[in-house]
């Protein structure tokens, strides 16, 4: 005969399992295979990146033996995603590196910004390289057999007087409305981003993150695709650390957290298509721009179905049981570098009572 205390504490113990069983208190231990995936797109100190680094050294090289001598003195320095450690590998691999080039005047010596541009572009337009003025840069091609194999981009500036920059924009058949100059703080901006976290956990984190999301917009999008610096400071501005009671990172509930709040900012605006919702990333720092001004309705449209998707992998991946099953997933968003083990390689590990995937992430 069994006790009724007996049989009530069993009951009472089998109705706990069920409840945190329901509340998904397990979660698939994937880590590994986020960072297996960061060490396969990560762009940093490796072979290429001092190829890059090389080819920056070259052009600048060149760029101060060519250029006319009624053509001020300039200062170089590296910007965007080399700069914030923040590259990934391009999967048709084309290998680009962002560097700014500050001349030593300010933008009245060049009322036409373009002009300054195509002084710069003459004096690298040489055997072996593709030089075209873009409206926010110079971008210098190296080819090798017919294709593009690397490109680095030459943002010109001009000096201020309030130790802000211009940056010259416009390209050969622009408008005159269009050949502007444009303030601009990018050494302020890189400073920014890389000082987003002061732990290196955390930092690290924030890091890898960024490069898994620039690795989804590659994956994901032919055209249309939101810009890398939109995504970096998306990044800054809504990015959550999230790591485990134990102190390990997780890598996946900090993306569903942070695509869950990017998703959050979009907000009915009417623009010259109509009332529709949009996604607004401001830059940190002078000129204050929308970095996603520049997309249509359409293309803002497709952009929250994606991350709309993207959010719900993540979400599913997460209620998953077994790592392989929550890869495969994941695989589909992120690509093939995102590796499905054929087997469970680690244990599961425990989620605290607390954690949700709710919508108040």
């Known amino acids: 005969m069994i006790h009724q205390p007996l049989l009530s504490f069993g009951l009472g ?7 945190f069983k329901d509340k998904d208190s397990k979660m698939p231990a994937v880590q590994k295979q986020f960072e297996d995936f960061h060490a396969a797109i990560k762009l940093d100190g490796d072979d290429e990146n001092a190829k890059l680094r090389e080819k920056r050294d070259t052009l600048i090289r060149a760029l101060k033996a060519n250029l006319p001598d009624d053509v001020p003195n300039f200062e170089s320095f590296n910007q965007g995603s080399y700069s914030m450690f923040t590259g990934v590998l391009p ?3 084309n290998y680009d590196i962002d560097v700014g080039i500050i001349f030593d005047c300010q933008k009245d010596k060049y009322p036409d910004p373009v002009a300054l541009k195509k002084k710069v572009r003459d004096a690298l337009d040489t055997h072996g390289r593709s030089v075209s003025i873009r409206r926010p840069c110079v971008t210098v091609n190296y080819m090798r057999d017919g294709n593009i194999d690397y490109h680095v981009d030459l943002a010109i500036y001009a000096k201020r007087d309030d130790n802000l920059l211009d940056l010259a924009k416009g390209k050969e058949n622009s408008a005159d409305d269009k ?6 703080d990018p050494r302020t901006l890189t400073s920014r981003i890389c000082g987003a976290f002061t732990d290196a956990d955390e930092l ?3 890091r890898r993150c960024i490069r898994y999301l620039k690795r989804w917009r590659n994956v994901q ?18 990015f959550k650390p999230h790591f485990e009671p134990s102190g390990k990172a997780g890598d996946l509930l900090a993306m569903l957290s942070w695509v869950k709040t ?6 009915w605006d009417l623009t010259d298509e109509g009332l529709h919702e949009r996604l607004k990333v401001v830059l940190p720092v002078s000129p204050s721009s929308d970095l996603m001004a520049w997309m249509t309705k359409s293309q803002m449209a497709t952009l929250k179905q994606r991350l709309e998707s993207l959010r719900d992998t993540l979400s599913d991946a997460y209620d998953e049981d077994l790592p392989e099953d929550a890869c495969k997933l994941l695989n589909k968003q992120f690509g093939d570098d995102f590796k499905v ?6 244990a599961k590990v425990a989620r605290a009572p607390y954690i949700s995937t709710g919508n108040s992430a």
């Open 13 to 19: 113990f089998a109705l706990a399992w069920l409840f």
């Open 204 to 206: 690290a984190q924030y």
């Open 262 to 267: 990017t998703l959050s900012q979009f907000a």
């Open 91 to 93: 999967p048709d691999r």
């Open 341 to 346: 083990p054929e087997k469970a390689e680690t």
């Open 179 to 184: 050949r502007v100059w444009e303030g601009a």
């Open 221 to 238: 999008f032919y055209s249309g695709a939101p810009l890398s610096i939109a995504l970096t400071v998306a990044a800054y501005r809504w």
